[in-house]
């Protein structure tokens, strides 16, 4: 730091000891208040860079007289408005002095009013209270004399009450019973407030021995009625309207002597189902589970028959009869499928479950089930909607009352759709085997895959309608084993194989002694033979073997989209708990493979009729050619592969273009590079050294040809053209280009080595030094020179690294950059400077303020040096009044 900038510290401190600090709302209210756009109203401000933006440059200093002047003169009149302001606060608070008097005068006048006023109210008040108090005596005399008239009323009725309904008791007149017995137990409630008086303590223990005595006496009544032999000491066997008077009566008593009453009943209605259906009789057995049903059909007839009228609709006597029913043939189905489990088959429990079902749903739809707690409501909604879209039955109000029992039995239905498809499974492998008839099915996707997913669907239909609890997750799990199977058993098992390759290398070896036989034939007659042996080795699938390897493809892809509606469907009906249990995720990566190994398959095939044509072409002696003329033979053998391969291909995935695509970005994946493999064994230099520049354009000629046969691949043989995916279209041309700059490096003379390398980086900027090497081997340079070029490679691609890092694109940006480097780095060397991250240099050379800031630094140095003696001191004037006005 500069002597002025520490000089002028002391001071610079002590200001900011002066300040006054406000709070970030007052900033807020004050910026609201007086808006300015002047920088030096920032709170931020700073007087660096105040100074750098009214002199960014050297030149610039001429004026600073006049800017020192002007400001002046802005802080004469902010001091002259400073001075008017304190001035004008003393006439102020001599004017809020009067305001304040006067505010007092006024709230004291005010006050005298407000007791004024209390005064009057209060004496009003007194008035009022004289005038009503006669009028408050005589209202309480009112209540009092009608209170004491009514209570007298209701002990009248309560005395006379209890003295008639006990005369009517013995009587057993149970129809005129109802309303006095209401009557007296309104007003027995009434009375219990005073149950401290002994008279009406007995009367209310009185009117609680009627009710008891009524809830006996109905109780015997009804035994007595409904036994079947009546008793000889009670002759008093009441008659069904007697009986419903007496239903009447019991429905004003305790709740519980009603339930205990219908609790008898319902048992007494029920003990002929109990004893015919007993478990060692041979009707109560699932095969004549029907007959259960049948028999509470004709009950509940002949009861509604004969002693409907006696019981009270809301009683719901045929709903309870029907809710006990199901309890009993629940159990004791539970306890003899327990014993007999052995017994149980697959269709007796079907059968058994559909009848119970139907049952059930027949129950929901004739009685409310209020007495289940379901809702009114609830018995509409199962009348509109008595199914399920797909067939399933939908929640009933009666559902599972019975079918409940049999859920803990229905992993022997599960076994059985396991052992359904594994016998199915065993069918579609034998239709596998069978040569598939691409024509006529008219489909490419195996009608096995169809057949399977259909019987999924029926089965998830079923099991949907037995539970959607544990045996649906049992049953997506027997779903999942047999995907696997299909996918290993139909899809992989039909997949044609190639010969294992040992079995090739073999053969080759069986005829190798036939071969040395063959050394002394000409030259010419050996090669042929050779050729053939070569063509021999290459493994190629036949046309309907490619055929069914897309069919299995597109199978695949079927699969795998019907299996993700399959679990989307079974998550949705199996019940929540097993919702995150289900998950078809490894089976679904399954046929991915399946897929993945087909298209496979299908590359490796063309690429093995591509092997004879890339051997030719490392065998073509490409120094000795000595004219251009059209495609070589071996292009033209390629073109050939492609057009008796692809069209098969493409015509069999017609429905899935999409993977179609997926195999031609496959095998240009992975055929260009072999093909840029053999270019670097090609030799295109003469004896004496030099480029045989015919060859050279001949296998360019050749590599364009293949780059435009490779971008009509997906259209070959096609009548409609097709234009090719785009995505596909870029990787071509960049491989094929890349492939063609090869070849122009290959063509371009290595003296002088510094051009050379220039040129190679120039046409393949990202090549590494392997690959460099091999195009110096196409050039048969020798070794010694290769280690030469190749350390010259590595210089200039080093130097051309470090100057992409930090050679600007304009004039403007290479002076600054320039003056940022040295400021920020200190040198210049290539090591030290490729070390700079490619981040700083860029923010750098994109802020020139920045790099003149920090020339500048705090107004000395080399600015001082510049400018004479009136300008260095202009600027410390300068800095130092900012800093005054702005510390």
Same mark, same amino acid.
Request: proline content about 3%.
């Given at each position: ?176 019973? +109802? ?20 008279? $009406? ?119 309870? $009869? ?323 391969? *692809? ?30 493999? *053999? ?31 490779? +971008? ?68 048969? *340079? ?22 992409? +890092? ?82």
């Amino acid at each position: 730091m500069s002597e002025s900038a520490v000089a002028v510290e002391p001071e610079e401190r002590m200001v900011a000891n002066n300040k006054i600090h406000f709070s970030k709302e007052v900033k807020q209210v004050i910026d609201k208040v007086l808006k300015t756009d002047d920088p030096m109203d920032a709170p931020d401000f700073n007087t660096v860079d105040y100074i750098n933006q009214l002199f960014p440059n050297e030149q610039s200093l001429a004026g600073i007289d006049e800017t020192i002047q002007k400001m002046q003169c802005e802080v004469s009149l902010i001091d002259d408005n400073i001075r008017s302001v304190v001035r004008g606060q003393t006439n102020t608070g001599q004017d809020g002095q009067l305001a304040l008097c006067e505010a007092q005068k006024v709230i004291s006048s005010l006050f005298s009013h407000i007791i004024d006023v209390k005064t009057r109210a209060e004496r009003t008040e007194e008035m009022v209270k004289e005038i009503t108090r006669d009028i408050k005596q005589l209202d309480c005399a009112k209540r009092n004399l009608t209170a004491a008239i009514t209570t007298l009323n209701h002990l009248h009725m309560l005395v006379g009450g209890i003295e008639s309904l006990n005369k009517l008791i013995e009587r057993r007149s149970y129809g005129e019973i +109802l309303n006095p017995l209401q009557a007296i137990t309104e007003v027995n409630q009434h009375f219990q407030q005073f149950s401290d008086i002994e008279e $009406i303590k007995n009367l209310s223990q009185s009117v609680d021995k009627i009710q008891v005595t009524l809830a006996q006496q109905i109780t015997e009544d009804f035994k007595e009625a409904f036994s079947a032999k009546p008793s000889s000491q009670n002759q008093h066997r009441l008659g069904l309207n007697q009986l419903a008077d007496a239903c009447k009566v019991m429905s004003v008593l305790d709740p519980k002597v009603k339930k205990e009453l219908l609790k008898w009943f319902i048992a007494q209605q029920l003990e002929e189902y109990t004893h015919l259906f007993h478990e060692n009789q041979d009707i109560a057995w699932l095969d004549k589970i029907d007959k259960r049903y049948a028999w509470l059909k004709r009950h509940l007839l002949d009861f509604e028959d004969k002693y409907g009228p006696v019981f009270p609709l809301d009683w719901e006597v045929s709903e309870r $009869i029907t809710v006990e029913f199901c309890r009993q043939t629940r159990e004791q189905l539970a306890q003899i499928m327990a014993k007999r489990t052995n017994e149980i088959d697959v269709r007796l429990l079907l059968f058994a479950i559909n009848k119970t079902q139907a049952f059930e749903q027949l129950l929901s739809k004739r009685f409310t089930g209020v007495t289940l707690g379901a809702q009114p409501t609830d018995k509409a909604r199962v009348l509109a909607e008595p199914t399920t879209t797909d067939g399933a039955v939908g929640l009933t109000v009666f559902h599972d009352q019975i079918g409940q029992c049999f859920k803990p039995h229905l992993d022997i239905y599960i076994r059985s759709i396991d052992r359904n498809l594994s016998e199915l499974m065993d069918k579609f492998v034998e239709m596998s085997r069978e040569p598939y008839k691409f024509a006529e099915a008219k489909t490419t996707v195996y009608p096995s895959s169809g057949d399977l997913f259909v019987f999924y669907k029926k089965c998830m239909v079923q099991c949907n309608q037995l539970s959607n609890e544990q045996p649906m997750y049992d049953l997506a799990l027997v779903f999942k084993k047999y995907l696997r199977e299909y996918a290993s058993k139909v899809l992989e098992g039909s997949t044609p194989k190639l010969v294992p390759a040992t079995t090739s290398s073999s053969i080759g070896k069986s005829v190798s002694l036939l071969t040395r036989d063959m050394q002394n034939l000409s030259t010419a007659a050996g090669q042929v033979f050779h050729n053939f042996l070569k063509e021999g080795d290459t493994q190629r699938f036949a046309r309907d073997d490619l055929v069914r390897i897309c069919c299995v493809l597109t199978t695949g892809e079927y699969c795998l989209e019907t299996v993700q509606q399959l679990e989307d469907k079974l998550k949705e009906k199996v019940t929540s708990a097993y919702v995150s249990k289900i998950d078809m995720s490894e089976e679904k990566d399954v046929f991915h493979r399946i897929i993945s190994n087909c298209i496979q398959l299908l590359v490796q095939d063309l690429e093995a009729g591509c092997e004879a044509s890339l051997q030719a072409m490392a065998k073509v002696q490409w120094q000795h050619i000595n004219n251009v003329g059209d495609q070589s033979a071996f292009i033209s053998s390629l073109c050939g592969n492609f057009k008796q391969t *692809v069209p098969t291909i493409r015509d069999t995935l017609a429905s899935s273009r999409k993977y179609f695509t997926q195999f031609c970005h496959r095998f240009v994946a992975a055929f260009i590079p072999k093909f840029i493999n *053999v270019l670097y064994r090609c030799k295109l230099t003469l004896s004496d050294g030099s480029n045989n520049v015919l060859g050279c354009e001949q296998l360019l000629l050749d590599t364009h040809s293949l780059k435009t046969a490779l +971008l009509e691949l997906p259209s070959v043989g096609s009548s409609v053209n097709r234009k090719a995916p785009t995505s596909y279209t870029k990787v071509v041309v960049k491989d094929m280009t890349r492939a063609e700059m090869i070849i122009k490096v290959v063509m371009t003379p290595v003296q002088p080595p510094a051009h050379f390398t220039q040129q190679v980086l120039k046409l393949l900027p990202d090549i590494t030094i392997a690959e460099y090497q091999k195009i110096l081997d196409m050039k048969a *340079v020798k070794r010694v020179d290769q280690l030469q070029l190749i350390d010259l490679f590595k210089h200039t691609a080093s130097a051309a690294a470090v100057s992409g +890092l930090i050679e600007p694109t304009t004039g403007e940006e290479e002076t600054q950059g320039a003056e940022t480097v040295v400021a920020t780095s200190g040198t210049t060397d290539d090591a030290e400077t490729s070390a700079v991250p490619t981040e700083t240099t860029t923010a750098t050379s994109s802020t020139p303020k920045r790099a003149f800031i920090f020339s500048v630094g705090s107004f000395t140095g080399s600015a001082d040096k510049n400018a004479d003696g009136s300008s260095q001191t202009g600027i410390r004037k300068l800095e130092n009044l900012l800093k005054k006005r702005f510390p």
